[in-house]
């Protein structure tokens, strides 16, 4: 899982506990002053590290430095470098999964760019240009988080010309995309209503059919429900991820699979990670480390989802390597149905000293799990496994760039994490890049409600939001267990919100408890009541900015944000326990009872824990339809026109270092350098040249 609970741009990361009163709220809240609609870059050479390299539309681009990686030995670099270009050769396989015609898409628009020779002043071609930013950022044409499609701020005539001049120019392109492909590529791009979202969750629709992801065709949410349910046996207490790695689609009248493999969908992508993950190999750490290795590549050669299981349990059991990786199928976000999961790779090495915090919460937690608020029958009776650490992002690829997550905890499968365990992870240098991004902008003047609260969120939210991820990641993904013969999937279209809110509830449930402070992780009881505050803020108000006029609330961790502060709301108004109030015609979060708030969170837990133990699609369905979708618009519009005032980007991501191999007189590699100098749309060119196997040249 992903740990998105706040925003994926918003995380500061627990490094040096005396600078915090440096950090303030908006670090935490997407914060980063941006005082014009763009921005040069601006890289300090010394300290790259959050530096702004683009900024258009509601996106910022950063920056992140990899510190450490100079100091590690030579196999260490050849590793990472190995599983680098594994990572990026996987490009294509997203941004196919993301839309049938993205690929075509991205050719075209680039190539327009690319071989455009008028004024680049004209108000077309600088629109275009955002539109284009916009694609790259979102591996297709639709926004990265709210999944809707992007609209073009330029003419279609305009763009009409310029494919000509395009096609004229580059004969090779117009050869290797039909005319077919083009006229489905301009209505994907100027018909509002043709494929308008990637990801559909709208109660009551047919999530497969109003979905323009590319991971259905041909068939229904019903369809599709009946194929998997009749392949699945209750009774098997290991069930594989069904439609992990698959396209479903109907031939002949019946519904089948199309797998993810060598020599099936996405082949000569899955060929080239295949390729340098056997270069990576002889540079393995640990025989087990190695082991895993060969059972991904085993994995991505036949497809068989039972050695995926193999691969992730030797990669959770292997705890004790600098340098690790993931590289696949992971994450099912961009699945309406929440089971094909997306491509995705991260490549990091461990912060050793950053890494002491995690290990505290991790050899607690069959503490933690003791004591949790759920009804007993649905804890873990013993917790397996769990490791956690602080980790350096070396590349993030696929549906981890540029947008990335700050946190992870895998495996997604609940029986290898009950019995095997689970990993977690804090990605330090991301979350350092937001720090270093993030500098005071009104944000506290303008929504936090008084001067103490200020005080409280100066002095203390700078640990206490990373204390709150690290329980997440560490523990609350891990927590609880399903009864006996419960589908894994068995909420269904709701299962990834209803997932982050369990783990959320837990982290906020415990960061309350005073064994916080006796494992010296906390040093003052009410630290807790900083997080508090800014988390009932973001989901009663603030994130609202997210979200354009007369939208539900429909991305996950968004959802669970609000599921959380709403039902506290409601359920506290008999004790007062939180209130929105009004000061100078402004709307602002009132927190009366810290200690209540902790039980409400405690209860919540219980039953979103019952929910998911016992698969009871219909309370959480009515839990989330309540609770996490609908805007209150008279809201709505204060926060946007609140927000508007301080030009905050709501949605930030990043370019990647580039590894350069050193070559010695006999060519031999004697050490990989990193460099952090190339640009967005450079990046993004030089990607499609070199790691763009899918597409037809």
């Known amino acids: 899982m992903w740990n998105n609970t706040r925003c994926p741009t918003e995380k500061p990361t627990t490094k040096d506990i005396t600078q915090m009163a440096k950090r303030?709220?908006?670090?935490?809240?997407c914060a980063a002053a941006i005082t014009s609609s763009t921005m040069a870059n601006h890289l300090d050479p010394n300290n790259p590290s959050g530096t702004i390299v683009d900024r258009f539309a509601d996106i910022e681009v950063l920056r992140y430095t990899v510190p450490g990686?100079?100091?590690?030995?030579?196999?260490?670099?050849l590793f990472i470098y190995y599983l680098t270009e594994a990572a990026l050769a996987g490009r294509d396989i997203l941004w196919d999964q993301n839309g049938k015609y993205n690929l075509a898409l991205r050719q075209i628009a680039e190539g327009v760019y690319r071989n455009y020779s008028g004024d680049r002043n004209d108000k077309d071609f600088k629109a275009f240009e955002t539109y284009l930013k916009q694609i790259e950022f979102g591996n297709g044409a639709y926004h990265h988080y709210s999944t809707d499609k992007f609209t073009p701020g330029f003419t279609?005539?305009?763009?009409?010309?310029?494919?000509?001049?395009?096609?004229?120019?580059?004969?090779?392109l117009a050869s290797a995309i039909s005319p077919e492909e083009t006229r489905m590529v301009m209505r994907l791009m100027f018909d509002p209503s043709f494929m308008p979202k990637r990801v559909n969750q709208a109660e009551g629709a047919d999530l497969i059919l109003t979905s323009a992801n590319n991971m259905y065709e041909g068939v229904t949410q019903k369809e599709v429900e009946d194929y998997f349910n009749a392949k699945k046996d209750p009774a098997d207490k290991t069930p594989v991820s069904y439609g992990l790695n698959t396209k479903v689609v109907k031939e002949n009248g019946k519904v089948k699979e199309l797998p993810y493999k060598i020599g099936g969908l996405y082949s000569p992508a899955i060929e080239r990670i295949v390729e340098n993950l056997n270069k990576a190999l002889p540079y393995a750490e640990t025989e087990l480390q190695r082991n895993s290795i060969l059972e991904l590549i085993k994995f991505y050669t036949t497809g068989?989802?039972?050695?995926?299981?193999?691969?992730?349990?030797?990669w959770t059991e292997d705890t004790t390597p600098i340098v690790d990786f993931i590289n696949g199928f992971i994450e099912s976000y961009g699945d309406p149905l929440g089971m094909t999961g997306s491509w995705e790779s991260i490549v990091n090495f461990k912060n050793t000293k950053a890494s002491e915090r995690t290990e505290?919460?991790?050899?607690?937690?069959?503490?933690?799990?003791?004591?949790?608020?759920?009804?007993?029958?649905?804890?873990?009776?013993?917790?397996?496994?769990?490791?956690?650490?602080?980790?350096?992002?070396a590349i993030l690829a696929g549906d981890a760039y540029p947008s990335t997550p700050i946190g992870i905890n895998l495996p997604n499968a609940n029986w290898i994490r009950a019995a095997h365990g689970s990993k977690s992870v804090t990605i330090e240098n991301i979350t350092q890049a937001y720090d270093d991004a993030s500098h005071g902008n009104g944000f506290n003047e303008e929504f936090v409600i008084d001067k103490p609260t200020c005080e409280l969120l100066d002095k203390y939210l700078f640990i206490t939001d990373n204390?709150?991820?690290?329980?997440?990641?560490?523990l609350g993904h891990g927590s609880g267990r399903l009864l006996p013969g419960v589908d894994p999937d068995a909420l269904k279209a709701h299962g990834s919100t209803l997932e982050e809110t369990r783990a959320d509830l837990f982290a906020l449930y415990y960061l309350a408890d005073p064994h916080m402070l006796e494992l010296g992780l906390l040093d003052n009881p009410d630290a807790y009541k900083a997080e508090y505050y800014k988390y009932m803020l973001n989901g009663l108000m603030t994130q609202l900015m997210r979200i354009e006029p007369g939208k539900d609330v429909e991305e996950a961790h968004m959802r669970n944000r609000k599921l959380i502060a709403e039902w506290a709301l409601?359920?506290?108004?008999?004790?007062?326990?939180?209130?929105?109030v009004k000061k100078n015609g402004k709307t602002y979060v009132k927190i009366n009872d810290y200690r209540r708030l902790r039980e409400l969170f405690g209860e919540l837990l219980a039953e979103i824990q019952r929910i998911k133990s016992e698969g009871d699609y219909e309370a959480g369905a009515r839990l989330v339809e309540q609770y996490a979708v609908k805007v209150d618009p008279q809201l709505h519009r204060e926060v946007l026109d609140r927000y508007a005032k301080l030009s905050i980007a709501p949605y930030k991501g990043f370019v990647n270092p580039v590894y350069t191999p050193v070559l010695d007189d006999k060519g031999r590699i004697t050490d990989i350098s990193v460099t952090y100098e190339e640009d967005y749309l450079p990046q993004m060119f030089r990607y499609s040249d070199n790691y763009s196997p899918l597409t037809r040249k």
Not at 24 to 29: D, G, N, V
Not at 304 to 314: A, E, G, H, V
Not at 373 to 392: C, H, L, Q
Request: glycine share 4%; aromatic share 8%.
């Open 156 to 172: 279609q005539k305009w763009f009409e010309g310029q494919l000509a001049d395009l096609m004229k120019k580059q004969p090779a």
């Open 24 to 29: 303030i709220i908006a670090a935490a809240l």
């Open 69 to 77: 990686f100079n100091e590690l030995s030579l196999d260490r670099k």
């Open 570 to 580: 409601e359920h506290g108004k008999k004790d007062n326990v939180v209130e929105m």
């Open 304 to 314: 068989d989802l039972r050695t995926f299981d193999n691969y992730s349990i030797l």
């Open 467 to 474: 204390l709150h991820t690290d329980l997440h990641e560490c």
């Open 360 to 393: 505290t919460i991790s050899n607690a937690a069959q503490w933690f799990e003791d004591r949790s608020p759920v009804d007993p029958r649905f804890r873990k009776p013993e917790v397996k496994g769990v490791s956690a650490k602080v980790i350096n992002a």
